[in-house]
């Protein structure tokens, strides 16, 4: 369900309060892109297991449409052997519901159940019942029909942040305090 902003019919209001927000996860590089209904559950999640002696990677996260599409056209054709599964069109990474840790695969046994037993503990479900041992979720509210929802409201979210960075960019360079202000030296 959504209503129109600003009298624009592509243009999403989450009445729930969920969006795509730029979140830092602790002993990660970086920015990472999840919806803020998960991003709690996922530093719950690392630093719990951190405490336990289990330090993980964060990998994959927020993904475009056109990351998704590119994911996929390399399983198909064979051009990526690190993608272990082909990416769902709808996938909870395009929502912001999903996170990846890089280095689960070589994790000990004890280890990848200490991962397992915590990602629960936080709220997280594990992929391996789809064959995707390295995927963390939790689905969308209401299921899996309303993924859409939530990856256009992503989408329109993660494009602000583009616009937003842009127009700070763009700002910078015409910041008189960033400009050099020195005069040329007059040559004879």
């Known amino acids: 369900m959504y209503h129109y902003s600003a009298m624009n019919p592509l243009r999403y209001y989450d009445y729930d309060g969920r969006e795509l927000t730029k979140t830092k996860l602790p002993r990660q590089a970086g920015v990472f892109y999840l919806d803020d209904t998960i991003a709690h559950n996922v530093i719950s999640f690392l630093n719990n297991c951190h405490k336990r002696g289990v330090d993980l ?9 056109a990351y998704n599409q590119k994911l996929i056209y390399d399983f198909d054709h064979k051009k990526n052997p690190n993608i272990i599964k082909r990416p769902a ?3 909870l990474h395009r929502a912001g519901f999903a996170i990846d ?5 070589s994790l000990s046994y004890s280890d ?3 991962v397992v037993e915590e990602a629960n503990r936080a ?6 019942s789809f064959s995707d041992p390295v995927h963390f979720y939790k689905e969308v509210p209401k299921g899996q029909k309303n993924r859409m929802y939530y990856i ?23 910041n008189p305090h960033s400009v050099n202000t020195t005069q040329p030296e007059l040559l004879p």
Request: charged share 30%; proline share 0%.
């Open 101 to 105: 840790i890089a280095n689960f695969n």
């Open 123 to 128: 709220g997280l479900q594990w992929g391996n």
């Open 57 to 65: 990677s964060a990998g994959e996260h927020y993904r475009t449409e």
């Open 112 to 114: 990848k159940a200490i």
């Open 152 to 174: 256009k409201l992503a989408d329109e979210k993660y494009d602000k942040f583009l616009f937003e960075g842009a127009i700070k960019a763009a700002a910078s360079k015409c």
């Open 89 to 91: 069109e709808n996938s």
